[in-house]
């Protein structure tokens, strides 16, 4: 078998250079992998590691490459052995030059000598000092390994200390939340079910939201058989918000993978319909999977272009409408750490003509009387409480609704930027509106 770390620079290889999810593609290497339990933590140690502080160690390597012409591979395996020098204190320094160097050689032989010198000559040197970045904004971007536009835009947006918060946030461990499903079993006796597996847990502000304390819930039969739904705890506040009742007929117009319509039929245990959109047909297979392995057959999985909505549907026909929307993904850089490299400025221009169009479209569902709930799991203005007033502006039979969030303990005027006001959940966005009888 494979070294852990040819393994992880695979993945990282994979994910830098070819733009694969880091999440997807670790859980299917470990899966399919028989690794001891220490090197599946080594492997996830250094994939994640290695991505999340891509341009840190960019900057500590810049003095010894920036006059060579580097190859992608080498410099990750540059990378990945600049973070374990600087990042990990368990791993002997030799031991990361010399399997650096066998990497090196197995991939492109003639760069052994190279890559050797630089960590050598690096291991020589004074580290240097980020603290000594004169601009405060430039010297966060580089600690944190953000890109300085990123930076620059949350600083415009928010303030310094705010996008200090979030950078220092986007570069913790996420924690794993799970949905108990009360449509097929009691709270007491699911958690009966996990205290028998030995699964340690914390309970949440939400009743059926537990925190999963360092336990892989998905292998078990709890998750197999339906009994629970892996969802962060920010997440699961958009059903909430949404409020579907049993008698509503409720659509999710870009639901895929189906976690939180699937949220939306348990809280109406599984009465009325939940209809649950998605424009890829193998999304609509995941949709389906997730139905069948929870047992909600209220949930009606539809293939259907967001933006037109109207073709299949007919207009006012919804009490409940949900859009959940395409988005930059900002509020997920924790678990998705290559996210902060892989968009532009000129993507989030592109993503707010889509939202605006899906909203345009799915507007014209709701019932008079009715709800619509906007959401995003990003940090950005321009998708976020710009949005909020785009809906406002253009839509005068829509008003902000704040009485969902004050059930929930939140003090807003109907919209909301989850930051850090549940402790170690995602960053998201969510905003109700009312429509007039």
């Known amino acids: 078998m494979a070294s852990v770390r040819k393994i992880a620079l695979e993945i990282i290889n994979q994910v830098l250079l070819e733009d ?29 590691g290695t991505i999340t502080y891509a341009l840190t160690l960019d900057y500590y390597l810049s003095k010894y490459i ?37 990497l090196a050689k197995e991939y492109k032989s003639e760069a052994t000598a190279f ?28 600690t944190t390994s953000h890109p300085l536009w990123l930076v620059k835009m949350w600083v415009k947006q928010f303030s310094l200390e705010k996008a200090q918060k979030v950078c220092y946030l986007n570069n913790t461990k996420p924690h794993q939340y799970i949905r108990l499903n009360l449509f097929k ?33 998905a292998n078990t039969y709890l998750y197999k058989e339906g009994f629970v739904y892996i969802q962060d705890l920010s997440s699961m506040h958009v059903a909430h918000i949404l409020n579907p009742q049993p008698s509503d007929c409720v659509i999710d117009v870009c639901a895929a993978p189906g976690g939180k319509s699937t949220h939306c039929a348990e809280l109406m245990q599984n009465k009325g319909e939940v209809y649950a959109c998605d424009i890829h047909e193998h999304k ?44 930059s993904g900002f509020g997920v850089i924790r678990r998705k750490p290559e996210i902060k490299y892989n968009k532009k400025p000129s993507d989030i221009d592109t993503i707010v003509v889509l939202q605006k169009e899906i909203i345009d479209e799915a507007i014209k ?29 253009k839509y005068q039979d ?15 005027e109907g919209y909301l930027q989850l930051i850090d006001q549940i402790n170690d959940a995602d960053i998201f966005f969510i905003a109700c509106f009312k429509k007039d009888a």
């Open 398 to 412: 829509f008003k902000l609704n704040k009485e969902p969030f004050e059930k929930l303990g939140f003090n807003c």
């Open 66 to 102: 920036s006059k060579h012409k580097v190859d992608d591979v080498i410099r990750n395996i540059l990378r990945m052995a600049i973070y374990q020098i600087v990042y990990l204190d368990r791993i002997p320094n030799h031991a990361v030059v010399n399997e650096a160097v066998k």
């Open 20 to 48: 694969a999810y880091s999440n997807l593609l670790l859980n299917e290497v470990i899966n399919s992998k028989q690794l001891k339990e220490v090197d599946k933590g080594l492997l996830t140690e250094l994939v994640y």
């Open 185 to 217: 079993d009691t709270r007491d006796n699911i958690m009966r079910r996990l205290n028998e597996l030995g699964i340690k847990y914390e309970t949440t502000h939400l009743n059926e939201a537990l925190r999963i304390i360092d336990d892989n819930i």
């Open 284 to 327: 609509i297979n995941l949709i389906n999977e997730h139905k069948e392995r929870l047992g909600l057959s209220c949930i009606k999985p539809t293939l259907c272009d967001a933006r037109k909505l109207t073709e299949v549907f007919e207009p006012q026909s919804f009490d409940r409408v949900l859009v959940d929307a395409p988005c």
């Open 365 to 393: 569902l709701v019932k008079p009387g009715g709800t619509l709930v906007y959401s995003t799991c990003t940090l950005n203005k321009k998708e976020n409480e710009k949005m909020v007033e785009y809906i406002l502006n």
């Open 115 to 142: 890559v050797n010198g630089v960590l050598r000559n690096f291991l020589r040197d004074v580290k240097p000092d980020l603290n000594l970045i004169n601009d405060e904004i430039e010297r966060l971007a580089i």
